[in-house]
């Protein structure tokens, strides 16, 4: 494991941290010696992981109750910690929507736009600023398999999570040269609330499905050294399928195939 606290310092965001991947990564920073400064909505969900990471570690982590799919609500949060010295951004919050673009709710898919990418813009272009005018800091966005191969019925989703991953890449050479890391996640099924409550009977599809602990770890111990994590030898193949077995188009017409057997009827 790389020692981030000496690397980064000793204070970290991580958005989504009430809950599953980011519930993950706060608990894992926290054992590092950094304290989580958590972001979600759920004001009952975010005391109680603070509390267990003050039983667990002996660390105080701030909450902070924010709907980051409001572009003002994020705005004023960034206002609010911006005289701390914080020196790692892990944006693990997202929502995920699924089902037949054409009939999926557009107010729904809209949010997803808000949080995904604009709230990822937002907070990228706060802390790349803050990280590079001090020389130091680690950025971990965070992606998803869908983000880097066509999915069908997941279309919107998908594209919000392929920006996420263009983002970071790109900006990986520029924050480099200020001595800033970025680096991407991009997770493939993991058990988590969002995969449990989303319609979709994922024993059809040929997936293992991990543990948000094991992808917060892999993460944790290849940010700044990889561009791109993708936890998982399967999830590895799945990537390495779509890009260099199939070409973009038969893998959309293959995964397609898959993921309408999957999800529920009403849905398609
Ligand atoms: N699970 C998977 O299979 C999988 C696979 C690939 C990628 N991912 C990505 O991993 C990330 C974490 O997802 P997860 O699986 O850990 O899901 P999760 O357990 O549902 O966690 C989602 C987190 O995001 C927060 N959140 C949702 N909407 C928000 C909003 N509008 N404003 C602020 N916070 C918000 C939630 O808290 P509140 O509801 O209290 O706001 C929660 O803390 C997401 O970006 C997701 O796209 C997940």
């Known amino acids: 494991m790389q020692n981030l606290k000496l690397k980064y310092g000793d204070k970290a965001v991580v958005t989504g941290g009430s809950s599953g991947i980011g519930k993950a990564f706060a608990l894992e920073l926290a054992k590092q010696g950094i304290a989580p ?22 660390i105080e982590a ?91 019925y997941f279309s919107n989703y998908a594209a ?21 890391d970025i680096s991407v996640l991009a997770p493939g099924l993991t058990d988590t609330n969002m995969v449990a409550n989303n319609g979709v009977d994922w024993s059809k599809i040929p997936m293992t499905s991990m543990q948000p602990s094991e992808a917060a770890q892999i993460a944790l111990n ?23 077995v199939f070409s973009m188009k038969s893998f959309s017409l293959l995964n397609g195939f898959l993921l309408r057997k999957a999800i529920s009827n009403n849905k398609l």
């Open 37 to 58: 400064i958590l972001v979600a909505r759920n004001k009952e969900n975010l005391r109680a992981i603070a509390k267990e990471i003050s039983a667990q570690y002996q």
């Open 62 to 152: 701030q909450t902070f109750s924010v709907d980051l799919s409001d572009e003002k609500a994020t705005l004023d949060f960034l206002d609010e910690i911006d005289k701390q010295e914080i020196g790692m951004l892990i944006h693990s919050a997202g929502m995920e929507n699924n089902g037949s673009f054409t009939k999926i709710s557009e107010a729904k898919e809209l949010q997803m736009i808000k949080l995904n990418v604009t709230s990822t813009y937002l907070l990228t272009n706060h802390f790349a600023k803050k990280m590079s005018a001090a020389q130091k800091g680690g950025i971990l966005l965070v992606s998803s398999l869908v983000g880097l191969m066509p999915s069908p």
């Open 222 to 244: 290849n940010i700044g050294k990889k561009a791109t994590i993708i936890p998982g030898f399967m999830n590895k193949m799945m990537v390495m399928m779509a890009k260099r």
């Open 160 to 180: 919000t999570k392929a920006y996420v991953h263009q983002l970071a890449l790109s900006l990986y050479p520029e924050l480099k040269l200020n001595n800033v």
